[in-house]
């Protein structure tokens, strides 16, 4: 059963940058998209961005375009998000997620990580 682990959350402050990780563990997975998507305090889950097989579509949501960057590795199993000029209202539980292989449906999710920026 392939899981997903992420890492890299942490305490920041406004405008500093952070890169999370996120890696599959258990059988050899290569899911059509591989995702990250965030949960602030008090709201629902939000998309952040995505990347394809290929990793050469990335697709980022409109309020993180520019700041975000988000890249996956598929010999390594592994994603990543790089978070450059936070900001105090981005602090959230950080999500990865990944598709079937074939799927455009995010069926499995990581235990997310705490991404807190302060003022």
């Known amino acids: 059963q392939v899981q997903l682990v992420e890492s890299g959350g942490g305490l920041v402050q406004a405008g500093d940058s952070l890169r999370l990780s996120c890696a599959a563990s258990?059988?050899?997975?290569?899911?059509?998209?591989m995702g990250w998507f965030r949960r602030a305090p008090g709201k629902g889950r939000g998309f952040v961005a995505s990347?394809?097989?290929?990793?050469?579509?990335?697709s980022p949501a409109d309020s993180v375009k520019g700041r975000f960057t988000n890249s996956r590795d598929n010999a390594k199993g592994t994603g990543s998000l790089q978070m450059n000029s936070l900001r105090p209202e981005e602090k959230a539980v950080y999500y990865c997620?990944?598709?079937?292989?074939?799927?455009?449906?995010?069926?499995?999710w990581g235990q997310g990580t705490q991404v807190t920026v302060s003022s």
């Open positions: 990347a394809s097989r290929s990793a050469v579509i990335t």
């Open positions: 258990g059988r050899t997975f290569i899911p059509n998209l």
């Open positions: 997620a990944a598709t079937g292989a074939n799927m455009d449906n995010y069926n499995l």
